[in-house]
T-cell receptor, first 115, second 114 residues
Framework: EAQVTQNPRYLITVTGKKLTVTCSQN?????MSWYRQDPGLGLRQIYY???????DKGDVPEGYKVSRKEKRNFPLILESPSPNQTSLYFC??????????????FGNGTRLTVT | AQKITQTQPGMFVQEKEAVTLDCTYD???????LFWYKQPSSGEMIFLIY??????QNATEGRYSLNFQKARKSANLVISASQLGDSAMYFC???????????FGAGTTVTVRA
């Protein structure tokens, strides 16, 4: 089944404790991206990647890191989480070859709470 | 500046009736795409419908249709014959030319009443 898989689904952590949210897609998509969703703000892009070893900042990159060492994986790293990073996070992917009308395929989300 | 505006935070609709969700957008590009996603209470994001800026016909997918008014920069989603399972949050999003990012609106919560 074609899918984007994020883990974990739920995560509660404390301020300053490094964490990684994993994301993997099995559709051979070139484009991958991370979003955070907050009430009243919709989804905002954190980072994106157009292909292996190519990453760039989105609209709200502060406090986050990413890497794209393999085409299928795009982990999100919070080196020192803070309470304002409590949010619902989505990983998404899309093919580039089929053009800009291809929808983003989303993972099921990771609900992160930082205390 | 906000690229996607959804002015209705929440709406109620009676089962079997139609509901229209408003979406206006802001772009100076001539080539862009508009998307609608559904987010049920379980949290996943489900793609519903797409409209390209050069598409002459309004997009339709089953009970979903997109009322695209290019001059007004609006892309309203119409859900016909509402069902209880349509209760969810709905997001309008735009992709501009040369960019694979989707810019999202704040969302509209729809509650379908029996």
């Amino acid at each position: 089944e074609a899918q984007v898989t994020q883990n974990p689904r739920y995560l509660i952590t404390v301020t300053g404790k490094k964490l990684t949210v994993t994301c993997s897609q099995n559709m051979n998509h070139e484009y991958m991206s991370w979003y955070r969703q907050d009430p009243g703000l919709g989804l905002r892009q954190i980072y994106y990647s157009m292909n292996v070893e190519v990453t760039d900042k989105g609209d709200v990159p502060e406090g986050y890191k990413v890497s794209r060492k393999e085409k299928r994986n795009f982990p999100l790293i919070l080196e020192s989480p803070s309470p304002n990073q409590t949010s619902l996070y989505f990983c998404a992917s899309s093919p580039i070859k089929t053009g800009p009308n291809s929808p983003l395929h989303f993972g099921n989300g990771t609900r992160l709470t930082v205390t | 500046a906000q690229k996607i505006t959804q002015t209705q935070p929440g709406m109620f609709v009676q089962e079997k009736e139609a509901v229209t969700l408003d979406c206006t957008y802001d772009t100076s590009d001539q080539s862009y795409g508009l998307f609608w996603y559904k987010q049920p209470s379980s949290g996943e994001m489900i793609f519903l419908i797409y409209q390209g800026s050069y598409d002459e016909q309004n997009a339709t997918e089953g009970r979903y249709s997109l009322n695209f008014q290019k001059a007004r920069k609006s892309a309203n989603l119409v859900i016909s014959a509402s069902q209880l399972g349509d209760s969810a949050m709905y997001f309008c999003a735009m992709r501009e030319r040369g960019d694979y990012k989707l810019s999202f609106g704040a969302g509209t919560t729809v509650t379908v009443r029996a």
